[in-house]
């Protein structure tokens, strides 16, 4: 896995907008912007616990995860069913069953 995948494991989840601080939403921003696409499917898997728990965005962040996550060639992998109580993987899957 490359160093810049982890970096963005070792953030953590995106937290919830009205709990986000500016440089937490910096960091994030900067370590998603660093990852070269496309991603293998083992990185998509690695970052999926990224996605806040909720519904929220994270004031966009969700959404360039989001579209980081699906460049993966194998998407949806099927290790992501593991992850099925998070409101953003569920949507993916979703996204990718109509596809």
């Given at each position: 896995?490359?160093?810049?995948?982890?970096?963005?494991?070792?953030?953590?989840?995106?937290?919830?907008?009205?709990?986000?601080?500016?440089?937490?939403?910096?960091?994030?921003?900067?370590?998603?912007?660093?990852?070269?696409q496309?991603?293998?499917?083992?990185e998509?898997?690695?970052?999926?616990?990224v996605?806040?728990?909720g519904?929220?965005?994270?004031?966009?962040?969700?959404?360039?995860?989001?579209h980081l996550?699906?460049?993966?060639?194998?998407?949806?992998?099927?290790?992501?069913?593991?992850?099925?109580?998070?409101?953003?993987?569920s949507?993916?899957?979703?996204?990718?069953?109509?596809?």
């Amino acid at each position: 896995m490359r160093a810049s995948v982890i970096a963005l494991v070792e953030l953590g989840r995106l937290p919830e907008e009205e709990n986000a601080t500016v440089p937490e939403l910096e960091a994030f921003e900067a370590a998603i912007r660093a990852i070269d696409q496309p991603i293998s499917d083992s990185e998509a898997v690695a970052l999926l616990p990224v996605f806040p728990t909720g519904e929220g965005s994270c004031f966009g962040l969700a959404w360039s995860l989001l579209h980081l996550v699906e460049t993966a060639p194998g998407w949806p992998c099927q290790a992501a069913q593991l992850h099925l109580s998070n409101p953003w993987v569920s949507s993916m899957l979703q996204r990718a069953e109509r596809a």
